[in-house]
T-cell receptor, first 117, second 112 residues
Framework: GAVVSQHPSRVICKSGTSVKIECRSL??????MFWYRQFPKQSLMLMAT?????????EQGVEKDKFLINHASLTLSTLTVTSAHPEDSSFYIC?????????????FGQGTRLTVV | GESVGLHLPTLSVQEGDNSIINCAYS??????FIWYKQESGKGPQFIID?????DKRQGQRVTVLLNKTVKHLSLQIAATQPGDSAVYFC???????????FGTGTSLTVIP
């Protein structure tokens, strides 16, 4: 399967600071990327969908000014958690897919563990 | 959005036995489903998928069954091994947006 890489895998930041998480498709062009959030022992919750070159579409209840998403190229999307607080601590996972592959699976990154202290 | 849920949050099976993990979905427009396996601290791994025009699909040691009438799908793992211990999610997708909405998850524990 295709490879999606997330960086960093773990990050600890101070409350009030911002953190950027990168999601890269390594061997295919990702026209669409998705960002998920996962709390311990819970499922993945879709936060937003980003299409290359356009604004992200956020799920209901997700603050777009809090979670800034940029999908400037076909291989890179970034999620910036702004003014992070301890309640933002979570496991963030991206996935990517391309229309070239039709309606097929989304490939997932390995996730980023964010801890806000 | 989609609502995809699982019947059982945990499942324990003896090594070598078959495992069955169930999933219910609410949106009848869902036309594509995937089962993912997630190990602790890692991202989801694709296991098997099925489209709504099928009712069964088989892979290596795994079978997915889809019953559109009752909006239910299941994952069957044959001869379960300790390495199968993980959390299993079903995810559904519909329309052109192709977002995947995940179910609650079932934690599978294989007892040696």
């Amino acid at each position: 399967g295709a490879v999606v890489s997330q960086h960093p895998s773990r990050v600890i930041c101070k409350s009030g600071t911002s953190v950027k998480i990168e999601c890269r498709s390594l061997d295919f062009q990702a026209t669409t990327m998705f960002w998920y959030r996962q709390f311990p022992k819970q499922s993945l919750m879709l936060m937003a969908t980003s299409n290359e070159g356009s604004k992200a579409t956020y799920e209901q209840g997700v603050e777009k000014d809090k979670f800034l998403i940029n999908h400037a190229s076909l291989t890179l999307s970034t999620l910036t958690v702004t003014s992070a607080h301890p309640e933002d601590s979570s496991f963030y996972i991206c996935s990517a897919k391309t229309w070239d592959r039709g309606n097929t699976e989304a490939f997932f990154g390995q996730g980023t563990r964010l801890t806000v202290v | 959005g989609e609502s995809v849920g699982l019947h059982l949050p945990t499942l324990s099976v003896q090594e070598g036995d078959n495992s069955i993990i169930n999933c219910a979905y609410s949106n009848s427009a869902s036309d594509y489903f995937i089962w993912y396996k997630q190990e602790s601290g890692k991202g989801p791994q694709f296991i098997i998928d099925i489209r709504s025009n099928m009712d069964k699909r088989q892979g290596q040691r795994v079978t997915v069954l889809l019953n559109k009438t009752v909006k239910h799908l299941s994952l069957q793992i044959a001869a379960t091994q300790p390495g199968d211990s993980a959390v299993y999610f079903c995810a559904g997708s519909y329309g052109t947006g192709n977002q995947f909405y995940f179910g609650t998850g079932t934690s599978l524990t294989v007892i040696p």
